[in-house]
């Protein structure tokens, strides 16, 4: 069969790797792609967005099933779009329906789900610059930190955690009056703190029946110790060493049964991956926030640890037959570093030239923010190259994944050294 992946990430570049190693993958087609799923599959110039482009290029290459990576294309209703096109229907479709993604698209919404499933999470309102007034009086009746979200998308930047009430008002009224993250912050959320360690869960669901992905946990600031300004990721592990089975089970019990009975009772047609971003207080598990596909760089250590066939489990899921499928995962650890251009998360250089990518090397490289030009690979985002390594132990993966990143090297290259050293 053929198959398409929309995207262009170290998401997109992994689950290109993956679907690759299928034997039931004929042809594989990613759009936009990058440099390194280009030597894996065709790119395609198409935006995710280009639903259009994307209906022809379906067409063309007689693609019948489609990995939806993004956010961005899932709120806008890409599944919707090939459901009611007579040319698409019969494609299969990896990734929920409008309605669903709201869950990403509107943290208000994400909330109110939770609070009607009775999921553990963070107590909250919603203002708007109409009750803003309201809002600049709940702040004062919090306790800091004071946590506020821009309730749309606002590309990873929309969470602001601040300690002082001033400030904490002060932005309030740069979110709703000022429109600081344009329409996104039209509606915010005022949330309690929640101190504790976050993870990431991954769920693949058919809407009804649903696998556990190995559980993930990611480095989001940019500085050593968890220091400096938030990022889209530094890097990930898996598994997680502080997940207990008792633990994992409050996870399955308490949250994700809860999650996928929510879909069915509400009416939100899912099918596809559910990213529950979550936080461990105590030794009980809390949401913070839930994703409608999955996750970077968590994709790049949960998916090398996945031994099945990844084509056969989403047509499994396409089809409605999640609960004949057991997933096998990869017992050791797995570990990926990012390589992130130098300014990032702030102004940065694109068109870097990239050396040593081709040094023999036992880590797999994930492409994140790459193209081809001049013949060269050369930088093309903030974060450039997931460096993924397998290990018995943490300290092992990691260690590999040093050494590779020794033989590479572009201009301003920036990456963490403690990743895993909190465990």
């Known amino acids: 069969m053929n198959i398409l992946i929309i995207g262009g990430g170290g998401r997109e570049h992994t689950f290109a790797w993956k679907i690759a190693q299928s ?32 209906k022809a290029a379906v067409i063309e290459h007689k693609i019948t099933l489609v990995v939806v990576g993004p956010e961005d294309p899932l709120v806008n209703g890409i599944h919707d779009f090939f459901l009611a096109d007579g040319d698409l229907k019969h494609v299969a479709v990896i990734g929920p329906q409008k309605e669903a993604a709201r869950l990403e698209g509107s943290k ?39 946590v506020l979200k821009a309730d749309g998308l606002a590309a990873g930047k929309g969470v602001l955690i601040l300690e002082d009430l001033q ?17 996104a912050s039209t509606t915010v959320v005022i949330e309690e703190f929640l101190d504790g360690i976050e993870l990431s869960c991954f769920v693949l669901t058919d809407g009804k029946n649903f696998v556990t992905l190995p559980m993930a946990k990611d480095y989001k600031r940019i500085g050593e110790g968890d220091t400096g300004l938030n990022t889209g990721g530094m890097g990930a ?10 633990f994992e089970e409050k996870i399955q019990q308490r949250i994700v049964l809860p999650t996928i009975e929510g879909f069915e009772k509400r ?5 596809g991956f559910v990213f529950i971003g979550l936080i461990k207080v105590g030794d009980d598990p809390y949401v913070i926030e839930y994703n409608v596909r999955m996750g970077d760089p968590e994709t790049e250590v949960v998916l090398p640890r996945v031994k099945n066939d990844l084509v056969e489990v989403l047509l499994a899921t396409a089809k409605g037959e999640l609960d004949k499928i057991t997933l096998e995962e990869d017992p050791r650890a797995a570990i990926t570093v990012m390589l992130v251009s130098g300014g990032y998360p702030e102004a940065y250089e694109k068109g870097k030239k990239m050396k040593g990518l081709d040094h ?3 880590s797999i490289l994930f492409h994140a923010g790459t193209k081809l030009a001049e013949g060269q690979v050369q ?4 974060r450039v190259l ?6 018995n132990k943490y300290s092992d993966a990691l260690k590999t994944s040093y050494s590779t990143i020794k033989n590479i090297s572009f201009d301003g290259m920036n990456y963490r050294k403690d990743l895993g050293f909190d465990l």
């Open 386 to 391: 997931a460096v993924t390594s397998f290990g």
């Open 379 to 382: 930088t093309s985002g903030g």
């Open 108 to 146: 208000e919404f994400a909330k109110e789900f939770m609070q009607a499933q009775n999921i553990p999470t963070a107590q909250y309102a919603s203002f708007t610059a109409a009750t803003l007034a309201e809002g600049l009086t709940f702040l004062e009746g919090m306790k800091a930190p004071y």
């Open 237 to 246: 592990i898996s598994p997680v060493s502080f997940v207990t089975p008792a």
């Open 360 to 362: 023999p090397t036992e």
């Open 167 to 183: 400030e904490a008002k002060k932005q309030l009224i740069e979110m709703l009056i000022e429109e600081k993250f344009g329409a």
């Open 267 to 271: 009416n939100l047609p899912f099918v």
């Open 23 to 54: 034997p039931l993958c004929n042809q594989l087609f990613v759009a936009p792609g990058n440099a390194g799923t280009a030597a894996i599959a065709t790119n395609l110039a198409l935006g995710v967005n280009n639903f259009d482009g994307i």
